[in-house]
């Protein structure tokens, strides 16, 4: 689980949700995650992910954003590169309004393959050169055999 300031993991195996993400001047884009701080090798591991954004802050994207999130033992500096597991991959829905606040959720699944420590490595970036809007690497999610 994510939250904007002060983030705080808490239960095993258990989906908690996350706190009300209000972007601002200090984070003009914030990406709130809700996932297991543990997981089962092989099983499915849901996520979601709110993005919200300040007035104006996207308007500046020349192609359809998407929140791409996986989970891998190391985080790459970029989806495409980042070797591990994918959890989402899609375009978001709706697209950013010019000049107005934002705000969309995805959700997506994927199952771990490797035991041990894990991270989450998020990025909202522009479909086509890839550009990145936000990113976050500070979760982590404990995959156990059984």
Not at 16 to 36: G, M, R
Not at 56 to 63: E, F, K, P
């Amino acid at each position: 689980m994510r939250r904007p300031v002060g983030a705080v993991l808490v239960g095993l195996a258990v989906l908690v949700p996350a706190a009300v993400a209000v972007a601002d001047s200090f984070n003009p884009v914030v990406l709130t995650t809700t996932i297991a701080s543990r997981a089962r090798l092989h099983k499915s591991l849901p996520i979601k992910v709110t993005v919200t954004a300040d007035p104006g802050v996207l308007d500046t994207r020349t192609a359809p954003l998407r929140i791409e999130v996986k989970l891998a033992s190391e985080c790459g500096g970029v989806f495409q590169y980042t070797p591990g597991v994918t959890l989402l991959n899609k375009q978001l829905n709706p697209q950013p309004a010019t000049g107005r606040a934002y705000s969309a959720t995805a959700r997506g699944s994927g199952k771990p393959n490797q035991i041990g420590e894990q991270t989450v490595c998020e990025w909202l970036a522009e479909e086509g050169d890839g550009r990145v809007f936000a990113s976050d690497q500070s979760i982590q999610v404990d995959v156990k055999r059984k």
